[in-house]
């Protein structure tokens, strides 16, 4: 594992830099992105910009993060630490794989319980629709599909046009949110549409 080289690399959708931990809160919910992704790491003791300053008191940063993993994520986390030396300073290394028990929720400063997935290198709250997918994506019993004119509607939408949010779909086919939220979760479940999240707004491709 060359830590230098992935600090070098920046931070990503599988990587997060924490100088120290201060906060329960946002600790869990960046490991909480990570399991409900495809699993990530933090390297504790280097600054955002990449700069290693090494860790204090590293059995301090393991209460810390075990503590956001056991009790301010459900379901609870396991996380896999590893001490490391880059140029002489103790870096700590977790690694949160990703989660066959999707989705987590990380729990909130207003005491309310959210699940959030990893976009770039940030932890963004999951719309509706990702946690329906979620919660849908380990579920074994495949997704039939039985094409209606509303899903024919969209894909024939999306032939000419690049993308759509839920709105315009609503729009398109005259149903309600939550009506329009169930065909677009089937849809991704069956992989005939992709979902992307930014920080600004989620809309969907054809896939």
């Not at 056991?70 to 896999?80: D, F, I, K, N, Q």
């Not at 309310?112 to 290198?121: A, E, G, N, P």
């Not at 759509?164 to 149903?175: A, P």
Request: some cysteine; glycine content about 6%; hydrophobic content about 40%.
């Amino acid at each position: 594992m060359n830590v230098k080289k992935q600090i070098f690399e920046g931070e990503g959708v599988t990587l997060d830099f924490k100088k120290t931990i201060t906060s329960c809160e946002k600790i869990a919910r960046t490991m909480v992105s990570f399991a409900n992704n495809k699993g990530g790491r933090l390297l504790i003791g280097v600054a955002d910009d990449g700069t290693i300053k090494g860790v204090k008191s590293e059995d301090e940063e393991r209460y810390m993060i075990t503590k956001a993993a056991h009790l301010y994520s459900r379901p609870a986390l396991e996380p896999v630490f590893e001490e490391v030396y880059v140029d002489d300073k103790l870096v700590l290394v977790v690694d949160t794989p990703a989660s066959t028990l999707k989705p987590h929720y990380a729990l909130a400063e207003d005491g309310k319980w959210w699940v959030y997935v990893r976009v770039k290198d940030k932890s963004v709250l999951a719309s509706k629709v990702v946690v329906d997918v979620l919660k849908r994506s380990t579920d074994s019993n495949g997704v039939l599909i039985e094409y209606s004119t509303k899903e024919k509607s969209l894909l024939e939408y999306l032939d000419t046009a690049a993308r759509i949010t839920v709105k315009e779909y609503c729009d398109l086919v005259k149903v309600g949110r939550r009506a329009a939220q169930r065909i677009l979760v089937n849809m991704i479940l069956s992989g005939v549409i992709r979902v992307h999240t930014t920080e600004k707004e989620e809309y969907y491709t054809a896939a």
